[in-house]
């Protein structure tokens, strides 16, 4: 069975441009979350999607982050325009009922 | 005060040695919990979900202490492949959501 896979595994765009990253969970999983890690810093949760539904986008933030799930399935995480704070490690997991699992993440460094 | 804290380390291990090390939690509605293992540069791995009675899991024993609201995780006889960083992970039922500590990292010195 395929795990979660994220898409790129590396990104390096200039301040001011637009990145999309793709996550695509375990299939069946209801639950699809966004996570990113800053250098130095703890692991900090982005939102979480239900099906194709926004449960929880307290973590975002700000509204250059924006997130999607259309029919449930994928999910593209668009950050537009992207500033140098953004760079960081942005992990995609899914779930069914308890633990998550997680894909490879994104390396997303802005110059 | 953080959702989740962990103290960050390194703990430095000799080899064979057993390390043993805590994270506390700030919410008491809190109703799952797990150890997750983070090798540097890769995503975050399931190592073993806590149990209110505690569980083992071969060289890996994890407790968890509702009424002090923290989850300890201890390793014996230590080994050069358990040098990495342990996640104490938290799940809200409320609504589902996963909060992290910043980990412990542990390096098994030969």
């Known amino acids: 069975e395929a795990g979660v896979t994220q898409f790129p595994s590396h990104s390096v765009i200039e301040k001011g441009q637009t990145v999309t990253l793709r996550c695509d969970p375990i299939s069946g999983h209801d639950n699809l979350y966004w996570y990113r890690r800053v250098m130095g810093k703890e692991i900090k949760f982005l939102l979480h999607?239900?099906?194709?539904?926004?449960?929880?986008e307290s973590g975002m933030p700000n509204n250059r982050f924006l997130a999607e799930r259309t029919g449930g399935t994928y999910s593209t995480l668009k950050v537009q325009p992207a500033e140098l704070e953004d760079s960081g490690v942005y992990f995609c997991?899914?779930?069914?009922?308890?633990?998550?699992?997680f894909g490879q993440g994104t390396r997303l460094t802005v110059v | 005060r953080k959702e989740v804290e962990q103290d960050p380390g390194p703990f430095n291990v000799p080899e064979g040695a057993t390390v043993a090390f805590n994270c506390t939690y700030s919410?008491?509605?809190?109703?799952?919990f797990f150890w997750y293992r983070q090798d540097c540069r890769k995503e975050p791995k399931l190592l073993m979900s806590v149990y209110s009675s505690g569980n083992e899991d071969g060289r890996f024993t994890a407790q968890l202490n509702r009424a002090s609201q923290y989850i300890s995780l201890l390793i014996r006889d230590s080994k050069l492949s358990d040098s990495a960083t342990y996640l104490c992970?938290?799940?809200?039922?409320?609504?589902?959501?996963?909060?992290f500590g910043k980990g412990n990292q542990v390096v098994v010195i030969p």
């Open positions: 919410n008491s509605a809190s109703q799952s």
């Open positions: 997991a899914s779930s069914g009922h308890l633990e998550a699992f």
């Open positions: 999607f239900v099906k194709e539904s926004k449960q929880d």
């Open positions: 992970v938290v799940n809200y039922y409320g609504n589902n959501r996963l909060a």
